[in-house]
């Protein structure tokens, strides 16, 4: 087994099984994406599939952890979500030498949505990471010593979910109101159940270990082919954990991203099927029941995928083995990003002039002279929950940053150069103006936008499940 933690091994490679059935482990993240679409998704559709509800199996982890928790601050919703590895069941033909071995996860996200339904972020812990164990309850009722240094996964092998949630909230202090567990059976369904998942390859794969045979260039994968490429780790990248996880990362943002389409919300059938394939395989917390779901839902109802993100937890080489990972400096001061998460302002009130980011639709042009740069305004604008579009390049560069408006945005203009520390005033637009939008002409004076609340800032190397496919992370 190689000695590089950067190389993600999996006991399943030694199961003498045809290639496709190796590797599921990685599956997990599949699930765990749908897992999230189901919270933040379909407003109408948890009250019209209760039945698909019946399917989930809950566990009781409060009575585990106790009172010695971190305190909640605000009304974020923060959901453990983990992928188990399990064989019982119909897992069991996945690799049937590891039926009687303890299930582990490789897969640990902290999904956090923001107060209002403004964004959500998916915190990937990866399974290198090694952390401070405290003291918990064992899978037969034992106790497990607190551990000064230990690798995070080892947690859920040992203690279960409850165990990695008292890790987590440890090391973050941040209070965790769910959890969700998924194992693999019903991958091939929701792959399928989506319609298939685009995807974009830099390069032509042909991997006999993974069964992985693709051409460069874009693909609609299910079924078997997803499962390939989500555990490929030759002839993709540089064979890294941490590139998979990025690799993995794009994918379930492309899953969320056709899972929220309304191709797949707005059909019954679709939706049911999704759903199924999801709930089948899904254990939850005992509170997080059908009605608290439903709750999520409608306080998420202004989700779209552009503000959905995917980020790694502030990590990397663990100066102690250099085979392993542990937290950098700005781990801590992202973990409190996140406990003080009030982004989103409450909507006003009826008869008040303020129109909130989520009512104002925004046209980007850059104006700067900078390639990219109405992107990343662009990406600064969504995740304050504006409704954002990229003009492009406006016809020349100015020095000053402009707020133009289309008939009956006036006040959605003013909410926007509210958030520009230039101040510029907003002054209606004549030829090539769109009702009901606003035109923002990024200017060489840009310097950043001001929050609409606290809010979390931008990440290095974050993924939006809105992103094309083929951009390079």
């Known amino acids: 087994m190689n000695s590089n933690p950067m190389y993600m091994e999996y006991v399943d490679d ?11 482990r990685i599956l997990g993240w599949v699930c765990i994406g749908l897992s999230a679409v189901m919270v933040a998704g ?6 019209l599939y209760r039945q698909a509800f019946g399917n989930i199996s809950h566990e009781d982890v409060n ?3 106790g009172p010695d928790r971190p305190k909640k601050l605000n009304s974020a919703m923060n959901i453990l979500l983990l992928g188990s590895d399990t064989r019982a069941g119909a897992n069991g033909k996945y690799g049937r030498s590891l039926k009687n071995e303890l299930p582990r996860s490789d897969t640990m996200i902290l999904l956090h949505l923001s107060p209002g339904g403004g964004q959500a972020m998916g915190i990937s812990f990866p399974r290198d990471l090694m952390v401070r164990m405290p003291s918990c309850k064992d899978r037969q009722g034992g106790v497990l010593p607190a551990q000064s240094r230990a690798q995070i996964n080892s947690a859920f092998t040992n203690g279960g979910a409850a165990c990695v949630i008292k890790t987590i909230e440890s090391i973050s202090n941040i209070r965790i109101d769910h959890f969700m567990q998924v194992d693999f059976s019903g991958f091939k369904t929701i792959t399928k159940a989506v319609g298939g998942v685009p995807v974009c390859l830099p390069k032509a794969v042909n991997d006999p270990k993974s069964g992985l045979r693709l051409s460069k260039g874009k693909h609609k994968i299910s079924g078997e082919t997803a499962l390939a490429y989500v555990r490929v780790r030759h002839g ?10 990025k690799r993995q990362q794009k994918f379930m943002g492309a899953l969320a991203n056709k899972a929220m389409s309304a191709g797949t919300l707005s059909n019954p059938k679709k939706l049911l099927s999704l759903m199924n394939a999801v709930t089948k395989s899904l254990t939850t917390d005992k509170e997080l029941t059908p009605q608290v779901m ?10 779209t ?7 790694t937890v502030p990590s990397g080489p663990d100066p102690l083995d250099t085979n392993r990972v542990a937290l950098t400096d700005a781990a801590q001061p992202f973990f409190a990003a996140v406990r003080n998460d009030k982004t989103v302002p409450k909507e006003p009130k009826a008869g008040s002039a303020n129109i909130p980011p989520s009512q104002v639709r925004v046209r980007v042009y850059n104006g700067s002279g900078i390639n990219g ?5 662009a990406d600064d604008l969504e995740s304050q929950g504006f409704q954002v579009t990229v003009g492009g390049n406006a016809p020349s560069t100015t020095a000053s940053t402009r707020v133009l408006y289309g008939s009956g945005a006036d006040q959605q203009a003013q909410t926007l150069a509210g958030l520009i520390p230039s101040k510029p005033q907003p002054a209606a637009r004549g030829k090539g103006a769109t009702p ?3 035109d923002l002409v990024v200017g060489k004076d840009w310097t950043n936008l001001k929050s609409a609340g606290a809010g979390i800032p931008k990440q290095q190397g974050e993924i939006r499940a809105s992103d094309n496919i083929c951009k390079e992370t």
């Open 63 to 65: 009575a585990q952890l």
């Open 14 to 24: 030694a199961d003498p099984q045809p290639a496709p059935r190796r590797g599921w």
């Open 42 to 47: 379909s407003l109408t559709a948890y009250g």
């Open 236 to 245: 993709l990248g540089d064979g890294s954990d941490l590139d998979r996880i």
């Open 436 to 438: 009901g939008v606003v």
């Open 294 to 303: 439903m709750d999520i839902a409608q306080e998420m109802q202004g989700m």
């Open 305 to 311: 995928s552009g503000k959905l993100r995917f980020v």
């Open 373 to 377: 740069q109405a992107g990343r305004v």
